[in-house]
């Protein structure tokens, strides 16, 4: 159970009746209308038991830019902190002192850090009420009632897949129960793409985002229920592919916080669907092309360093992060790419800073943000069974050959599991959670290695054992061979949410040749079954499946090669 207490300013504070005389204004630093607000301290308690409980503090500062800081409450009944992470602290009696690591005494004005704990406690755990930065107070909003009971704000869960049905979206349920054999799994949960801001209305009279949320709760009953939303259509979007561009430009940054994210954070602010546990994937695929495609890079594209240079993707993940966490019931996943793009070396610590980065931009703070999703939309295996990344044949490590190319990780699950730990390093709460996609990863039918490879040498061990049969790990676009993968649960494994199908399996990945739209979706050669590939995808075969339409538009032959192909098989 998470609960929580933001500390910020109310401009104006009635404190008397609303009578031409009779109403009383707080006295605000700067005059009405033009309060500087000192700071803002988020407390969380993230998980709480009978006898203790961990929380999260973020501190934003809005004064003067500091090189140290002290960030003090007291707590009004007995807890006690036992041990915390990036911050010293300190208790006596009630009150409580949290300074500043060497590493991150650095506050810059808008500035934020993340800090927590482990306490105990026993009968009440009020939440503090005021917080001091420097000596000034944080200015407390109405905050969240004390007690381990439910928040009357409306607390979100430490893991909102827990105990939930998954919305089923009645759209890709038709068109899967359609096909032959397709009703064996027509009533899995699949992800709602939000990929163009006529979405949001719905598109050739389909359904739009309210449509979706009501018959949710329709599905809802009495148990609880996640829907899956997919936030997708940043300024420049996908720079380094074409066949998923967005119809907004690299500068249009304006149109997508006012004619998208606003309003589909009105609609998932309508008190009608609070009940319901909204799960937002934000921006697939934009956040890592700023550290894999831009610069000196051979994989760099002229659009990456445009986006890097402007700044949009980090403005627009951190306004999405804002304005749709401001609803009690949502719970943002920030799209975290897969091992083949960012588990080398280079692009692993990197990738976790840039997302720090732009989850503290535009007001949003890491308490935005519940957790990251990896493999969405992708083919990456969960589990390579048949070799690890610490095997070595005639002296030679798997990481020295072709397939896994000095990579630290041969698969999603261990990847998801490390990136997780890596994230918390760089910044966000201890609790974050991980999902996986799992709809296209599954890699069965006869081409499914049995056992390892031969050991002749580490490049016929790897290629032999392995499940994930692309021609090389950079393919991305509709892969040939590719199997239904672990259907969707929760709590599958450490530090992982859930197992999801983000991706609805018989969605295209884009055109296999250029075909006009109105989309704004171009034609990528990757998509192209004869290209022979960039220096994204080392130069070889796309991979890809011919006669494919563009991206988001069923693919009949695709669906039904990921039913033939399904590991677990499907009965």
């Avoid at 105990?163 to 759209?171: H, L, S, T």
């Avoid at 994210?261 to 921006?283: C, F, G, M, Q």
Wanted: with cysteine; charged share 15%; proline share 6%.
């Amino acid at each position: 159970m998470t609960r929580t207490r933001t500390a910020m300013l109310a401009a104006l504070a009635l404190v008397a009746g609303a009578g031409a005389s009779g109403t009383a204004l707080a006295a605000v630093p700067g005059g009405i209308g033009t309060a500087a607000v000192p700071c803002t301290v988020d407390y969380k308690v993230q998980n709480q038991w009978a006898t203790g409980f961990t929380a999260a503090v973020t501190v934003t500062n809005q004064g003067a830019a500091k090189s140290n800081w002290s960030v003090k409450w007291s707590y009004a009944g007995n807890q006690k902190i036992t041990n915390g992470w990036n911050a010293k602290l300190s208790q006596s009696g009630a009150a409580v002192t949290a300074t500043n690591e060497s590493y991150n005494g650095t506050l810059s004005t808008g500035g934020s850090v993340s800090f927590g704990f482990q306490a105990s406690y026993s009968g009440s755990n009020a939440i503090p009420a005021t917080f001091t930065l420097d000596g000034v107070t944080c200015n407390v909003d109405g905050g969240s009632g004390p007690g381990p009971g439910p928040d009357p704000t409306g607390p979100k869960v430490d893991n909102p897949y827990s105990g939930a049905k998954v919305y089923v979206n009645p759209e890709w349920s038709a068109k899967a129960a359609a096909e032959p054999g397709g009703s064996r799994i027509a009533n899995q949960p699949t992800g709602v793409w939000l990929d163009r801001i006529a979405a949001i209305n719905g598109v050739n009279g389909g359904m739009g985002l309210r449509a979706h949320l009501d018959e949710a709760l329709r599905q809802k009953g009495s148990g609880e229920l996640v829907v899956q939303l997919v936030i997708y259509n940043l300024p420049g979007r996908d720079c380094a592919a074409l066949a998923s561009n967005g119809e907004l430009g690299p500068t249009e940054i304006n149109r997508y916080k006012t004619e998208y994210i606003d309003p589909i954070a009105a609609i998932l602010a309508d008190p009608k669907y609070a009940s319901l546990r909204i799960v937002n994937t934000i921006e697939i695929d934009s956040l890592p092309n700023l550290i894999t495609n831009t610069g000196s890079r051979p994989t760099a594209t002229p659009q990456c360093d445009v986006m890097k240079a402007n700044g949009n993707y980090q403005k627009g993940v951190g306004y999405a992060l804002n304005k749709l966490g401001d609803a009690a019931n949502v719970y943002n996943y920030i799209d975290a790419g897969h091992h083949g793009w960012i588990g080398w070396d280079d692009n692993f610590a990197p990738s976790a800073a840039l997302m720090k980065e732009a989850a503290t931009t535009e007001g949003a703070t890491v308490n935005d943000v519940h957790g990251f999703i990896t493999n969405t939309a992708n083919y990456s295996a969960l589990k390579e069974n048949n070799f690890t990344i610490n095997d070595s044949v005639g002296g030679k490590s798997v990481r020295e050959s072709k397939w896994v190319d000095w990579n630290r990780y041969v698969d999603e699950l261990s990847f998801a599991q490390a990136f997780r730990n890596q994230l918390i390093t760089a910044g966000f709460n201890s609790g974050i959670g991980m999902l996986i996609d799992t709809s296209r990863n599954g890699w069965g039918g006869s081409a499914r290695p049995a056992g390892p490879g031969a050991m002749t040498n580490v490049d016929t061990y790897v290629n032999g054992g392995r499940y994930d049969r692309r021609i090389h790990i950079g393919n991305w676009c509709n892969q040939s061979g590719a199997g239904l993968g672990e259907r969707p649960q929760a709590n599958p494994a450490a530090g992982i949410d859930a197992y999801v199908w983000m991706k609805p399996p018989g969605e295209s990945d884009g055109a296999s040749k250029e075909i006009p739209n109105d989309e704004g979706k171009g034609f990528d050669r990757m998509c192209d079954p004869t290209y022979t590939g960039n220096p994204r995808n080392g130069n070889n075969l796309s991979g890809a499946l011919p006669n494919a339409p563009i991206s988001g538009h069923w693919f009949s032959a695709q669906f039904q090669e990921l039913m033939r192909n399904a590991y677990p098989p499907l009965s």
